[in-house]
């Protein structure tokens, strides 16, 4: 009987690190994912990554991307945090969680939530963390099947302490 791993996670904890040198951005991800920068879903997506499949019954990898998003002037934190949390409201999703939150040591909001069961046949979860600098906003999103977030998350939660922005 083949075993399966439970994490997606390489056993030995390796890490890799991402340097884009264009964005100025550079950060840690998991030796075992996969890095993709085409075909990224919006066009302020910069990079990808993505989680192995465990096994025949996973249908979508877990998925870390970031985004720039620049705008004429500068926007504030608290700005784009109401908007966003706004425009979540008003898609008739529910925030399980909204915080504050240090990303690459600047002052960050962190919410997490999942979309209703009906709109998908997956049931998955999502957390969005951001952050404004100037007239740009970070932003970090993470998606996993809902049965497998939680055990993902201590991952995804190191590659977003070892994000560094210049």
């Known amino acids: 009987m083949i075993q399966q791993k439970a994490l997606a ?3 030995d904890s390796s890490f890799l690190t991402y340097e884009n ?3 100025g951005i550079k950060m840690q991800y998991p030796a075992n994912w ?5 075909g990224l879903q919006s066009y302020s997506g910069i990079v990808g990554f993505y989680s192995p499949l465990q096994n025949l019954t996973d249908v979508l990898p ?3 991307s970031l985004s720039i998003t620049t705008y004429s002037q500068n926007v504030s934190l608290d700005e784009y945090t109401n908007m966003t949390l706004t425009a979540i409201g008003q898609q008739g999703l529910e925030v399980n969680e909204s915080d504050a939150f240090t990303l690459a040591g600047n002052p960050g909001h962190r919410i ?3 979309p209703p069961p009906q709109t998908s046949p997956i049931t998955f979860s999502v957390m969005q963390v951001w952050t404004a600098i100037d007239d740009k906003i970070y932003l970090l999103s993470y998606n996993a099947e809902r049965s497998e977030f939680q055990d993902i998350l201590p991952v995804v939660e190191q590659m977003l302490s070892s994000l ?3």
């Open 9 to 11: 996670q390489p056993a």
């Open 21 to 23: 040198s264009v964005y």
């Open 34 to 38: 996969t890095v993709s920068t085409t």
């Open 62 to 64: 877990a998925q870390v």
């Open 112 to 114: 997490t939530f999942s």
């Open 164 to 166: 560094h922005l210049q």
